[in-house]
C-alpha cells in the first residue's frame, strides 16, 4: 500500500466485461421480484428436515458412481420439493441456495460510493437456520456441519418456547475452526420476516441491530453450543479499504469481500458481490491440486454437455471448449460429468473484453464430491493472478480518479 503510486491513473483490464454485468443485475433485480417470503419459509423447512445422516454425509469418493454423480435436479426444480430430495441431490439443491460472490477481475465503477468491503472470515461456507427449538447448519454441499441449541431466535428450547412454526431466521455464515465461532456475513431471514428482497445496505443494518440483541454474540453455555460474531463492514473509500486489508482480526483472513449497497440476495454467483486476494489478506491465493500443491500450470474444472462443449457454472454458462466425441465415448465420459484441464502454454487468449481461446489439456474427472464447475470469474481471477494481478494500488487508485473526476465536476457547476 505505498502511498505514492495512489494517484496514478488507473487502467481498467481488457480482459474484463464484468462492469457490463454488474449493470445488468442491478437492472435485472430492480425488475423482477422474487417471492421472497415463499423462498424463506420453504428454505427454513427444507434444511431442518433434511436430517438423517446416512443421507447427508459426503459421498465416499472411491464408491461413487458416475451415474450418481451426473443426477442433478434441474434448475426449475420447485422449493417446495426441496426436502423430499437426498444425497447428491440434496446436496446440490442446498449449493444452489448460497449468493456466490464472483472474483474481482476488474475495479467496479464508483467503488468508494456505492460498495462496502470486510475482510472474509476463512473456514466452512454454510446457512444457518433457527427453528422450532433448534438450529442447523448446512455446508454449501448440504450436507450438515451442526445441529445445536443456540440464543438465535426460536435456536433451542429455552428460549422462545410459544414462538410459532413462522418464527425462524436464517443467516449466511462462515464457520471459523480455530476459535469455534460462525461470523455471520450476511442475513436471510430474522424471525420470519424474509430480507431476500432488501439491500445489502439495509441487511447489514438489520443484522447489526438484531444480531447482539438476541444474545447469540454471547459466550458458550448449555443453551447455547457456539458463538456468532459479527464482521467489521466498511464504506470501501480509502479508510475502509485499509481497515479492511491491514486491520486487526480475530479470525484468519481470507481475502476481502465487496459488496454493492443495492445488492439484493440472490442465488447463484452474481456480479454485484466480489472477493478478492492477494498473499497478503489470505493464506491461498493460487489454487492447489487435489493433493494441495500449486500445480505448475493453471487448472480449471469445467462441465461436459451433451454435445461435447465445455462450460463454466455461470449462467448462462461460459463455453471454454470442445471435445470429440470419439473421445468421450473412449474415455467413458458422460454428460454432467466435471472435468478437469491444466491451460496450456498458449494459455486464454481474449477478444473484446471476451473470452475467444483457450488452450485446455485433459487431466480426468474432477473430485467426485465436488458439485459444480468453477465460474468464469475464478478462471479469469487465477489466470490474472499468475500473469498480472490486480492489485491495492489498483483499488486505491481507481478511488483516487474517481475522487479527481468529481471534484472536477463540482468545481464546473459552482463555476457556472
Known amino acids: 500500500m505505498a502511498p505514492s503510486d495512489h494517484r496514478r491513473p488507473y487502467k481498467r483490464p481488457a480482459i474484463s466485461d464484468q462492469q457490463r454485468r454488474r449493470d445488468h443485475s442491478l437492472l435485472r433485480q430492480a425488475q423482477n421480484r422474487l417471492d421472497a417470503q415463499q423462498r424463506a419459509r420453504c428454505l427454513a423447512s427444507s434444511i431442518l428436515s433434511l436430517e438423517n445422516p446416512e443421507t447427508d454425509s ?94 438465535l431466535p426460536s435456536g433451542s428450547r429455552s428460549r422462545d418456547a410459544s414462538g410459532t412454526s413462522q418464527s425462524y431466521s436464517i443467516m449466511d455464515c462462515i464457520f471459523h475452526e480455530p476459535d469455534q465461532t460462525y461470523y455471520v456475513i450476511d442475513i436471510l431471514c430474522w424471525r420470519g420476516y424474509s430480507l431476500y428482497d432488501c439491500s445489502a445496505e439495509f441487511r447489514f443494518f438489520w443484522l447489526n441491530s438484531k444480531l447482539a ?35 486487526a482480526v480475530p479470525y484468519m483472513k481470507d481475502g476481502l469481500l465487496f459488496y454493492n449497497k443495492e445488492a439484493k440476495y440472490q442465488t447463484g454467483n452474481t456480479p454485484l458481490a466480489l472477493v478478492w486476494k492477494d498473499e497478503n489478506c489470505s493464506q491461498y491465493v493460487i489454487d492447489t491440486d487435489n493433493q494441495g500443491n500449486i500445480p505448475i500450470q493453471q487448472q480449471v474444472v469445467l462441465e461436459l454437455q451433451d454435445d461435447g462443449k465445455l462450460n463454466t457454472s455461470d449462467d448462462p454458462p461460459v463455453v471454454f471448449g470442445c471435445l470429440d466425441s470419439d473421445f468421450v465415448h473412449k474415455s467413458g465420459l458422460h454428460s454432467g460429468n466435471l472435468l478437469r484441464f491444466s491451460i496450456g502454454d498458449n ?70
Open 213 to 247: 440483541e438476541s444474545g447469540a454474540c454471547g459466550p458458550p453455555s448449555q443453551y447455547h453450543r457456539y458463538r456468532f460474531s459479527l464482521i467489521p463492514v466498511y464504506n470501501c473509500d480509502h479508510n475502509g479499504l485499509s481497515a479492511a486489508y491491514m486491520g
Open 58 to 151: 459426503v459421498p465416499d469418493l472411491d464408491s461413487t458412481t458416475g451415474q450418481e454423480q451426473s443426477e442433478v435436479p434441474p434448475k426449475e426444480f420447485d422449493v417446495r420439493q426441496a426436502s423430499k430430495l437426498r444425497g447428491v441431490e440434496a446436496r446440490r439443491w442446498f449449493a444452489r441456495q448460497l449468493m456466490l460472490p464472483e472474483w474481482m477481475i476488474d475495479v467496479p465503477d464508483r467503488l468508494s460510493r456505492d460498495w462496502y468491503v470486510f475482510a472474509r472470515p476463512a473456514g466452512k461456507r454454510c446457512f444457518v437456520v433457527s427453528s422450532n427449538g433448534a438450529t442447523v447448519s448446512r455446508l454449501r454441499n448440504g450436507s450438515i456441519l451442526h445441529r445445536f441449541p443456540s440464543a
Open 347 to 416: 494459455g486464454l487468449s481474449f477478444m473484446e473484453e471476451r473470452l475467444d481461446k483457450a488452450d485446455l489439456c485433459y487431466i480426468g474427472k474432477s473430485n467426485r464430491a465436488r458439485a459444480f464447475a468453477d465460474s468464469y470469474s475464478k478462471i479469469v481471477f487465477q489466470h490474472m493472478v499468475r500473469h498480472s494481478p490486480l492489485k491495492m494500488d489498483d483499488f486505491l487508485s481507481s478511488i483516487t480518479s474517481s475522487d479527481d473526476q468529481e471534484n472536477q465536476l463540482n468545481d464546473i457547476e459552482m463555476t457556472g
